[in-house]
């Protein structure tokens, strides 16, 4: 036998069986014991601190320990507890269940119509008025304003305060029929007794908005002039009130006053998807889409996860945006209460508009949505979503340019394709701008076989690089979206300011081509223009010797050529000096200075150098039709006082009267032409000025003056005349625009 000991000579924390003694037998006879040699001051290190007992506390048989315990007490204890514990989970369920039932029995989810106020509303987006506000003045910030916070304008019908309902519960019971009350004692149900109220609410077509215990809402119009309140009915409204999400519209309730009923849902401050993609005005970049297609889909998830199931009705028209330009899908539940609607859509929805996102095995399905399965129409949502992502990349509707009628369009998809024929399907070129994952989707999600569709994880899964790397928010792409419609409007004011600025510089233009520029001044800023006199002005006539014989043997439009031809050259050097042309009666130029801003006696050095110029200038024209011809240009002047005003109101001119006018006629045609004839006043005021080359003419007979004494003007001195402006501009400001030329104009 050999014996082991817990030892350890190098380290004393080790446990372990090591040998410390061997006992053995040496032989029967002789009997021989080894003993054991224990080293002393040896110390164990137990693992309990202790050596191990070598008696059980109760000992091997039990024998130091009483009787066995009872347990008895402590199971049924435990088994009392459970029972309880079972029995009030199962009355807290039932309790539950009590509760439900009997709100499905109430009529929690009905609303007195009294208690909403009806408004006027007008979908700024679908009118496209934002265009038509931009054009008027101050409609930057109204259609900033209209962006930032609703794209509905909406107004009251007049002072309708709200009522409060009646009890209700005693006209609805399970299984009846919501109708009018013959007797009136309802007032949220029965027949109203204002004839002007009940034709508001006749007057809503698909769709109004209101004021409900004080936020606004929106009344989604159900075809049926009643409602039986079936418990499968109740059980799908109380899934409308459950169903919360983002992505989903919030159902308030139900207004029923026999015929109209109505759902009360929260509302989507911006309209649908499609007024925003029917409205040219709103740039819609890529992150726009993909953030709606990604709403889209994430409120389709919902509903298909929900108890509500599917949606059924998924179209454009359906998915509304909020104030936070999120998409909330509408109008879906209710199938089997919407399943017998009457459809008694307007004319629009009658030719098959409404249809057009429709899968083609509803259409085909006689019985309504009420009688499909969740699958079914699951499939169904993905056939709408591919229409409507189709509508959102391709913007031109859900059939693109397809040129068919909507009811050919929907009578065609209806229709079941023959055997290895293409099934009829909007045209992808539309949308071949957008992503080729969105338009690979597009074409697996509207194929024809239900089953061959892909899920919507299938779907968002394929669709998920549209939003990777997109850092922006959907508020931060609308932000920008709005920054860019500003900047367009802001752009497109700017662009008409511009206009209007150039049409009004024109029309001032214009205006100072026919009235002298103060007289304009004048007009512009509203004041009257009285007739004005002057005590001293000259004044300037030129005819054509020959004209008349001209005019005789020459085309028309060889007059109006040479005409325009000659006065342009005129005009241009009429620029150059302090004088207004009063008018031209076919060969008549008639010319003044001194007026309408005095200018002292200047006025004759004006009209004289005018003259000089004129006469310089008509050496180097050539008339189109008779180039070998000259004209022989005939000019005469005066000097006078002179009364000058606005005659007329539709074509007004500026006219001179007085005799000086007269007189100034008579030098021109008394004159001898390439000679400038002046009278003895106008001589006088040149001697004054200095620098003028006088001829005495000598003294001629004029018609209604009798003799008169006329002269020559013959030169000038030009620097003389450069001094004498340069002085006297400080004092005269009009000689400003009078320039001095030391040659003769060189005209073509």
């Known amino acids: 036998m050999q014996v082991y000991y817990h030892f350890s000579s190098s380290n004393r924390n080790a446990y372990g069986l090591f040998p410390c003694a ?28 202790s050596a191990p007992k070598d008696t059980p506390d109760c000992g091997f048989y039990g024998e130091n320990c009483g009787p066995a315990a009872n347990n008895t007490f402590i199971i049924v204890i435990s088994v009392g507890v459970a029972i309880l514990i079972g029995l ?11 509760r439900y039932e009997r709100k499905l029995h109430s009529l929690f989810f009905m609303i007195d119509r009294n208690q909403i106020i009806l408004k006027k509303h007008t979908n700024l987006m679908s009118q496209a008025s934002l265009r038509s506000m931009a054009s008027i003045h101050g409609s930057f910030a109204a259609a900033s304003q209209t962006l930032r916070d609703s794209h509905f304008f909406i107004e009251d019908y007049g002072n309708h305060p709200p009522q409060d309902s009646s009890q209700m519960s005693s006209i609805f019971h399970t299984g009846s029929t919501a109708r009018a009350n013959p007797f009136g004692q309802f007032p949220g149900f029965g027949v109203s007794s204002g004839n002007s109220e009940d034709e508001k609410w006749h007057q809503l077509k698909e769709f109004g908005v209101g004021l409900f215990e004080g936020r606004m809402i ?34 308030v309730g139900m207004v029923i006053h026999s015929p109209d009923v109505f759902l009360v849902h929260e509302l989507a401050q ?5 007024d925003i993609l029917d409205n040219e005005d709103m740039a819609l970049d890529d992150v726009f889409r993909s953030q709606m297609t990604k709403d889209i889909i994430a409120g389709l998830e919902y509903l298909h996860s929900s108890p509500i199931g599917c949606h059924g009705r998924l179209k454009s028209t359906n998915c509304l945006i909020d104030g936070r330009w999120m998409v909330r899908l509408s109008s879906f539940g209710l199938r089997e209460m919407r399943s017998e609607e009457e459809w008694q859509r307007e004319e629009g929805v009658q030719e098959g508009k409404d249809d057009l996102w429709t899968a083609p095995e509803l259409l085909r399905w006689s019985t309504g949505l009420g009688q499909c399965g969740h699958l079914l129409v699951q499939k169904a949502d993905v056939y709408s979503l591919s229409i409507v992502l189709y509508e959102l990349f391709g913007r031109l509707g859900p059939w693109g340019d397809e040129p068919m009628e909507p009811r050919e369009i929907v009578s065609c998809v209806k229709r079941l394709p023959s055997s290895g024929k293409k099934v009829f399907r909007p045209d992808l070129a539309v949308i071949k701008e957008a992503p080729q994952i969105v338009r690979d989707t597009v074409a697996a999600a509207w194929t024809e ?52 600025e150039r049409e009004k510089e024109k029309s001032e233009m214009l205006l100072k081509m026919m009235l002298p520029e103060v007289v304009a001044d004048s007009l512009k800023l509203g004041s009257n223009v009285s007739a004005e006199s002057f005590e001293s002005v000259t004044v300037f006539f030129s005819d054509c010797p020959g004209f008349v014989e001209m005019s005789a043997t020459s085309k028309p439009i060889d007059i109006v050529n040479f005409l325009n031809d000659l006065y342009t050259v005129f005009d241009r050097i009429i620029d150059q000096f302090d004088v207004y042309k009063v008018e031209t009666i076919a060969d008549a130029y008639m010319v003044a200075s001194g007026l309408p801003v005095p200018n002292g006696n200047h006025h004759a050095g004006e009209i004289a150098s005018l003259g000089l110029t004129l006469l310089s200038a008509i050496d180097a024209f050539k008339i189109r039709h008779l180039p070998n011809e000259k004209v022989r240009l005939r000019i005469g002047m005066n000097s006078g006082p002179c009364v000058a005003g606005v005659v007329g109101l539709k074509m007004p001119r500026y006219c001179l009267f007085g005799d000086t006018v007269n007189t100034a006629s008579r030098m021109e045609s008394n004159g001898i032409p390439l000679r400038i004839n002046c009278s003895e006043s106008a001589k006088q005021v040149l001697d004054q000025l200095g620098g003028y080359v006088m001829e005495e003419r000598g003294i001629v007979e004029m018609k209604g003056k009798g003799k008169q004494m006329t002269y020559f003007v013959r030169g000038e001195d030009s620097e003389l005349r450069r001094e004498r402006i340069i002085r006297e501009r400080v004092k005269f400001a009009s000689l400003k625009k009078a320039k001095i030329q030391e040659k003769t104009y060189d005209f073509e």
């Open 22 to 49: 061997r006992l053995g037998q040496t032989s029967l006879k002789n009997t021989q014991w080894a003993l054991i040699d224990y080293s002393e001051g040896l110390s164990i290190d137990f693992v309990n601190k």
């Open 88 to 98: 009030a989970i199962a009355a807290a369920f039932l309790y539950k269940r009590y």
């Open 218 to 251: 929106g009344l989604k119009r159900i075809y049926r002039t009643d409602v039986e309140l079936t418990r499968n009915v109740r059980l799908e409204i109380a899934q409308l009130l459950e169903a919360t999400n983002s992505n989903t519209l919030e159902f």
């Open 270 to 274: 911006r309209g649908s998807l499609k």
């Open 449 to 500: 076989e239900p089953l061959d569709r892909p899920s919507l994880f299938q779907i968002k899964r394929k669709l998920k690089p549209l939003t990777v790397g997109l850092k922006r928010t959907i508020m931060d792409n609308m932000v920008s979206i709005i920054e860019k419609l500003t900047d367009k409007l802001e752009r497109d004011i700017a662009e008409r300011n511009e206009e209007l």
